[in-house]
């Protein structure tokens, strides 16, 4: 059958469906480029830096790229080039077009690591140490959490893993140069909970009922958070949020003003008021049943839900009315991190089923005490769930890249290497959880082809994301308005 006895359909190509990795080794790079790879270890690599990649010449092939020292001749200075090496795979097994054949590209790169391979010019191509990839196939997290959490065989290099991936996120922190003017302007100072944790000027909030005969009245320590795609920019499709400090006495207004502004109908709160005998953030609400007017925002009590971790609480505000919901998580742990992810990703199930309830709602709220370690958490945990639910389990995830971009927006998110490893532990828990579903439910929606054949697709996530609670035993009610089903299964 022809396709013109089709009906014309635009059919758009969104997201590559991957194939599986051939390693989890973390030099394994993927479909990354010969002019990028070149890139990344000229840029960001040294004398013996290498890593392996597809061949986009030869689909099917390997290249192992390495930075290699080149003598120069009139001088006898050395310059740095990339030596790309061809490696074959046929009948199961790997060699660079001779000798030796390999049954992995493991077994491959340890044997030339020990045995430099020589260039016809008579340069030494050493394997000195992996240039390691940050990018994943999202259905194969298991496998990297498992390579970064192995023990340094190096004893120059007792730490490694995602200590020194964080410890290079660091380092680029120092790189951020942007501007933080207006959290350190003096009418501005007595706003900031911590003095050195100001935000950037580019992406700061700014309260728009601002009074211009006095100054800084437009300033809040908050800053948008946008998802970013790969080239840096807002994906649009992608998740929006502000990231603030806990409230101070004297930022309460401030606050409300501007979850008012801008159209928020969820706050997400991840911290005690007090914890270890200081406070933490100020109380923005009033008790339960009552009502307290901060500033011009009167703010009503209307509810208040214990479940295992959290308390959800529905606030009514005037003039005009509008439902908030505020979700206060209660099991971080006052250092570290939980002992299990379970908790927080049903917490987030629960925010993300209020806020997608609400149509017309503007970014979530998300809040701790400095605005950055659990915020910065939480945040980076939520963008990379909406990406693995909006482009399915096989898509490539960055979770370094992904705190980057967060922290180019502002400075400091995620704080710690425990946080850090948080987040792999998370999405590798997310993804599990929703590959047992597919599994075990094997949901399949049919439908009737042109030429009456009877096919079938599987139902994406985001039909699955409609059962709420599969990380832990909770049942609240929907907010108002949520036709979304609670059901267990």
Known sequence: MSFS???????ELKYPLNCKDPTSERWYHGHLSGRDAEKLLTEKGKSGSFLVRESQSKPGDFVLSVLTNEEKHENLDRKTKVTHVMICYQDGKYDVGGGERFDTLADLVEHYKKNPMVEKSGIVVHLKQPFNATRINAANIENRVRELNKVADNSEKPKQGFWEEFEVLQQQECKLLYPRKEGQKPENKNKNRYKNILPFDTTRVQIKEADPDVPGSDYINANYIRSMNEEGRHMGEGKVFIAT???????????????????????????????????????????LNSTKEFGKVCVKNIEEHTAQDYIRRELEVTQPPRC?????????????????????????????RTQSAI?????????????????????????????????????????????????????GMVQTEAQYK??????????????????????????ISPDNNVTYSLIGLSKMNDDSGVYENLNIKNPKGSTSSNTRR
């Open 422 to 447: 948080f987040i792999y532990m998370a999405v590798q828990q997310y993804i599990d959880t929703a590959q047992k579903r597919l599994e075990e439910e094997q949901v399949f929606t049919h439908f």
């Open 245 to 287: 400090q806990g409230c101070l006495q004297n930022t309460v207004v401030d606050f409300w003003k501007m979850v008012y502004q801008e159209n928020t109908h969820v706050i997400v709160m991840t911290t005690k008021e007090m914890e270890r005998g200081r406070n933490k953030c100020v109380r923005y609400w009033p008790d």
């Open 359 to 411: 149509p017309e709602s503007g970014p979530i709220v998300v809040h701790c005490s400095a605005g950055i370690g659990r915020t910065g958490t939480i945040i980076v945990i939520d963008i990379l769930i909406d990406i693995i639910n909006r482009q399915g389990l096989d898509c490539d995830i960055d979770i370094p890249k992904t705190i980057q971009r967060v922290r180019q927006q502002r400075s």
């Open 324 to 352: 908030i919901w505020h979700y206060q998580y209660l099991s971080w742990p006052d250092h570290g991190v939980p002992n299990e992810p379970g908790g927080v990703l049903s917490f987030l199930e629960q925010v993300n």
């Open 5 to 11: 006895s089709f009906p014309s359909y635009v059919i």
